[in-house]
């Protein structure tokens, strides 16, 4: 800017100068220099226009500078302004030429230090330098970038030979050997090597070499370049190293692993398919995996392959496969339909496991499990087993049907859920005896809600433990009524041996109170004598029913019409039973005459309604009904012998009824439940004893709050 501003002012200098000298002819060429001045720094195109000022300011200053002094001949002056003017164009051309030549100059040096600004970018980045070794002179020249690479200095150049000195001594051999043998043969190498020492060593560089050759053909030297290449290196390795890991993995594992194309042909397949076949496994590649598949199954497993759309494609398989002893083993394949990254193509991917024992397992567990359940449902006993929890886990039918419940309302049920009146039985106590202590229990029980008689075998078991019960009721109520017979015969045989004694005892003491109270004519004794004589009666009257329960009492058996009996006995039943008792005769009319002692009967009769009353206080309902019965087996054992039909007559009420617990008792002699005073506790027993002695039967059925019924069975008269 500067130098410009003084071209522009040094060619005004002058041409002030120009209009005020006379001699102005001279100034024309003073241009000139100022042109060459502004050459060395102006453009060429400012150049230009300086030029053209300067003829301008020539040609201004001819026509305004003063006249030439005189004797100058105006032809020398002419011609002056014209060589000047032609002196400025000439040196204005050179100037522009020479600036355009030096423009070009730069520019292709500002070119090649760009140029070689990227090229170093490059192999600094690259990590890559250039080599060059001269066979003649056997000299070498490295880039900066070589240095850099072997972690030498850069401040100063170093021969090849210091570059290879970071290899180890072999690796640099074989690179001279290589050298040798690229300058011999003109063949290029390429090589991998590790840095042996220095700050980079164990860095990975690639070495590329080739020959350079004259025009001549002669080999010059040979040159080429050193590039890291580490980092590609790690990959490799990382990339080997999976590899393997995943073939080592896919060769180990005890199942087969394989991969193949769209056309199911076999591209992979790890070893232990060869060693489980016995096949090599290139033999199986393709499609010569179909020589090991059972014949019934290769079509099911080759159209299982469906090649739908979608990559997310899944399925299993089931199919045999021939092992090398020739065994065609069932195997589980399970498949899935994949596109790998750069594949052009889906691929399967699957595995293929033995899976016969397995199979063979399930099979015997099925098996096993049904000849389980027979066993299960043909046993007598009824069997439910429970868990530590108390959940049911198994029960046959006859528990279904002994318990009243489903199988599938139990099964997986807590056990007290479902029966909470079993908590605190002795069902739950000894279950859990048997659970706890490990040990077999059995015992039997009456279970209310179900009004059965259980008797139960409990067994503790892997999981919990094993329940097998029967129904008991049955043989307990006839053994209960055994046993109860059994003993009213022997009581009675021991009643009426001590009474028919003390009757006769009673019969003296009455006799002689009677002649006592006849011949006696002290009013002081009399009271004493009476009270002796009804106390006597009373007894009298006690050993008759004594008597009578111990089938000791004189009977009178004759044919008797009962509905008659019974018709005839409606009033003083009235009378006695009271208002609140409605009294009902249920009589069949073709009931036979039954053989019994009529008095006694009547008795009876009035025993059992009287019993009848005291059950119903509030009031209720008595019936008495006749029939004629022919039982499928007497009710009570017997010997032989005994008729086969009989008449019967029923008192039944609706009263309180007796429990369970009382029921076996009910026909025992002395046997209350009524207050001191009220009762005796001889009128069933009485009645008992009556009916047995007319070889008759009797039964009591009661339920608790829902009545009792009573049945006397008699003999028919023939
Ligand atoms: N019809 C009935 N309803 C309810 N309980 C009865 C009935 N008959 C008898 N019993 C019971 O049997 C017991 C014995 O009866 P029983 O031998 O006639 O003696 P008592 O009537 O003197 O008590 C009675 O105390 C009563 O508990
Ligand atoms: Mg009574």
Request: glycine fraction near 8%; charged fraction near 20%.
């Amino acid at each position: 800017m500067i130098m410009a501003v003084v071209s522009g002012l040094l060619m005004a200098g002058l041409f002030v100068g120009d209009l005020f000298t006379p001699l102005g002819f001279a100034h024309g060429v003073l241009y000139v220099p100022v042109l060459v001045l502004a050459a060395t720094f102006a453009p060429p195109r400012a150049l230009v226009v300086l030029g053209a000022t300067a003829v301008l300011l020539t040609l201004l200053g001819w026509m305004w500078s003063p006249p030439p002094p005189p004797g100058v001949a105006a032809k020398v002056y002419v011609s002056n302004r014209l060589i000047s003017m032609l002196a400025v164009v000439v040196t204005t051309v050179i100037a522009y030429w020479l600036g355009k030549t030096r423009a070009g100059l730069e520019m292709t040096r500002n070119t090649a230090q760009t140029m070689s600004r990227l090229l170093a970018m490059a192999s600094e980045v690259g990590h890559l330098g250039a080599w060059q070794y001269s066979t003649g002179t056997r000299a070498s020249t490295c880039s900066i970038e070589v240095f850099r690479l072997h972690g030498l200095s850069v401040e100063h150049d170093h021969a090849l030979e210091e570059v290879l000195a970071c290899y180890s001594e072999q690796d640099r051999q074989r690179f001279k050997e290589q050298l040798e043998a690229c300058a011999r043969t003109r063949t290029g190498f390429e090589d991998e090597f590790r840095i042996a020492s220095g700050s980079r060593a164990s860095r990975w560089i690639r070495v590329t070499a080739r020959a350079v050759v004259h025009d001549g053909g002669r080999v010059r030297g040979v040159e080429g370049t050193f590039q890291d290449i580490s980092r590609q290196k790690e990959i490799e390795l990382e990339l080997a190293r999976s590899l393997q890991r995943w073939q080592s993995l896919a060769e180990t594992l005890p199942v087969i692993i394989w991969t193949a194309d769209q056309g199911r042909q076999l591209t992979y397949t790890s070893r232990s398919l060869a060693d489980y076949s016995g096949i090599a496994a290139q033999a199986l590649l393709g499609d010569g995996w179909t020589a090991i598949v059972h014949p019934d199954d290769v079509t099911h497993v080759a159209t299982g392959w469906v090649p739908s759309s979608g990559s997310d494609v899944r399925f299993e398989s089931m199919f045999r496969i021939r092992r090398k002893d020739g065994q065609y083993r069932w195997h589980l394949a399970r498949v899935t339909r994949m596109k790998l990254q750069g594949d052009p193509e889906d691929s399967w991917y699957g595995t293929a496991m033995d899976i016969d024992a397995r199979i063979r397992l399930e099979r015997d567990v099925k098996q096993a499990a049904r000849r389980y359940e027979t066993v299960l449902e043909s046993m007598t006993d009824a069997i439910f087993a429970m868990d530590r929890n108390w959940h049911v886990t198994l029960m046959n039918s006859h528990a279904e049907v002994l318990l009243d419940r489903k199988k599938e309302d139990l099964i997986g049920k807590n056990v007290w859920e479902a029966f909470p009146e079993a908590v605190g039985t002795a069902f739950q106590q000894n279950y859990e005896r048997c659970m706890r202590h490990a040990e077999v229990v059995r015992f039997e029980e009456w279970y209310e809600p179900l009004q059965k008689h259980f008797e139960v075998n409990a067994y503790p078991s892997a999981e919990g433990i094993s329940v097998y019960f029967r129904d008991m009721t049955e043989q307990r109520v006839l053994r209960d009524q055994l046993n109860q017979s059994q003993k009213l015969e022997s009581i009675g045989q021991l009643t009426g041996g001590i009474a028919h004694d003390f009757n006769n005892l009673l019969t003296v003491i009455r006799g002689n109170t009677g002649l006592l109270l006849d011949s006696t004519h002290d009013s002081g004794n009399k009271p004493l004598l009476q009270s002796i004589s009804d106390a006597a009666d009373r007894g009298a009257i006690m050993v008759r029913r004594l008597l009578a329960f111990a089938r000791k009492q004189e009977l009178s058996p004759a044919p008797v019409d009962v509905n008659r009996l019974a018709q005839g006995m409606h009033g003083l039943l009235h009378r006695t039973l009271g208002e609140h008792i409605e009294i009902t005769l249920a009589l069949d009319p073709a009931v036979p005459p039954a053989v019994v002692d009529e008095v006694q009967l009547e008795s009876a009769l009035l025993n059992l309604a009287i019993n009848a009353r005291d059950a119903m206080p509030e009031g209720g309902c008595l019936t008495i009904a006749t029939s004629t019965v022919t039982p499928d087996a007497p009710p009570v054992h017997q010997g032989s012998g005994t008729p086969a039909t009989y008449v019967q007559i029923e008192v039944a009420d609706t009263g309180k009824g007796i429990s369970p617990r009382m029921l076996s008792k009910v026909f025992d002699p002395f046997f209350t439940t009524k207050p001191k005073g009220q009762g005796t506790g001889l009128g069933l027993a009485m009645v008992h004893g009556f009916i047995k002695q007319s070889a008759g039967h009797i039964a009591i059925d009661s339920a608790e709050n829902r009545g009792t019924s009573i049945k006397m069975l008699l003999p028919v008269a023939r």
